[in-house]
């Protein structure tokens, strides 16, 4: 196997400040590290996170577990993973031009005519692989930008030490925007600021992100620092998040889509990295069950995958809602901690969706209908328990009906009370 990137890694490395979300590594991107023998190299270095932590407009924080004790996710940072994964691994720089004619284009601008058994297109969400095979007919693309940017800031360590209990993803959940900040090898947090662009274009001066911070971020003001805050807000813009869905992920037996080129995915579930290298193990079983025909396995890797991929992409977009909102409610804290307790009662009948989706490999699309038809269930048991509770309260009540006198103040002891209170 050829690796060929359009970049080299400084140049890659170069690309990565302030413009990269930190990365959560699960189960399914696990999985695939250890597949190659570089689960254990990449785990040492990340850091884990045992639940969310929520910071309230007050600077009360609450806990809200990811799962079963023992369960976590690791916090990992981007530019060492992708220097493990790609540092001696490139052989050329070359920058594709035609994929019919396996031509690419070097860094000098000299031609260099290719012959591959299978071309393998994981060029991310801006795919030259992939656009080629939009000259083709009956290919469905599809690419969605939500209206909101991310914008990255830096939470230094205190007396050398972690500003923030480090074994958490934090989250500053605001309704319509959010921040996050996740954990690094350093002791620095790094911080994500989710918000709609216009809200990141009305701020325009130091005082008025000071301002804002002070309005809404109230206790992260001093762990990031004023000066901090005032200087890396204006760094760089808000950056763009986009959602790609395409099919076939494939041409023939000759090309195939993999990761952000077939499927790339907003941030908010944590699975963009973790599906793309989960990919790499799909494809892998496929080939072994076809016998490395890849007549037969990219057409049977297309039909299994995109439903999922798919449904990840779709996930990810309610997460959103989920994070920066959902955490707020109640009710939500209620459904999270009875889904958690049937669980427990019954750990093979419930599970929750975020177990299924961050701790096993069960198919995407999959574990979505599942959490569809146990919140059915759920919902309707919890209607049925109220609905019981009231009935079984009012059929008491009318069995047995209080002495409402033991409750009632008679009206002139009431009165008598009244005037003794006013008497000097």
């Known amino acids: 196997m050829t690796l060929y990137s359009q970049r080299l890694w400084q140049d890659f490395q170069k690309t990565l400040l302030g413009r990269s979300i930190n990365l959560a590594l699960s189960h399914r991107g696990r999985q695939a590290l250890k597949h190659v023998g570089m689960e254990d190299k990449i785990v040492s270095q990340g850091i884990p996170m045992n639940a969310r932590m929520i910071h309230s407009l007050s600077g009360k924080q609450s806990p809200i577990p990811y799962g079963k004790k023992g369960q976590y996710i690791l916090s990992v940072d981007r530019a060492n993973l992708n220097k493990q994964l790609l540092t001696g691994k490139i052989h050329h720089t070359l920058k594709l031009i035609c994929h019919v004619a396996g031509m690419f284009l070097r860094s000098d601008g000299s031609e260099e005519h290719i012959k591959a058994d299978l071309i393998v297109g994981c060029d991310g969400a801006f795919s030259a692989i992939r656009k080629q095979f939009l000259r083709r007919s009956r290919f469905n693309y599809s690419q969605t930008y939500i209206p909101h940017g991310y914008m990255e800031l830096t939470m230094p360590p205190i007396n050398g030490e972690f500003a923030m209990k480090p074994n958490y993803l934090h989250i500053w959940p605001r309704n319509t925007f959010m921040m996050i900040a996740l954990p ?241």
């Open 184 to 424: 690094n090898l350093d002791k620095t947090f790094t911080c994500t600021l989710f918000m709609p662009f216009e809200e990141f274009e009305k701020i325009t001066t130091g005082d008025e992100v000071i301002q804002f911070f002070q309005r809404y971020f109230p206790d992260a003001i001093p762990l990031i620092g004023v000066d901090a805050l005032k200087r890396d807000y204006f760094r760089l813009p808000g950056q763009a998040m986009v959602s790609v869905k395409c099919a076939p992920y494939h041409i023939g037996d000759k090309c195939v889509l993999m990761g952000d080129a077939a499927h790339a995915v907003v941030p908010f579930y944590g699975q963009g990295m973790n599906a793309g290298f989960e990919d790499c193990i799909v494809f892998d079983e496929i080939m072994e069950q076809f016998n490395e025909d890849f007549s037969a396995v990219l057409p049977e890797y297309t039909r299994v995958r995109v439903p999922d991929d798919h449904a990840i992409a779709d996930l990810a977009m309610y997460n959103y809602i989920e994070m920066r909102a959902h955490v707020n409610s109640r009710w939500f804290l209620f459904r999270k901690y009875v889904d958690n307790f049937l669980h427990f009662v019954m750990p093979r009948t419930i599970i929750p969706l975020y177990t299924m989706v961050t701790f096993t490999r069960t198919r995407y699309h999959e574990a979505v209908e599942r959490w569809h038809w146990q919140d059915k269930v759920i919902n309707r048991g919890l209607m049925f328990c109220a609905t019981g509770a009231v009935l079984g309260g009012s059929y008491l009540l009318i069995k047995n009906p209080p002495d409402i006198n033991k409750f009632i103040i008679p009206a002139e002891k009431m009165w008598d009370r009244l005037t003794a209170l006013r008497t000097p």
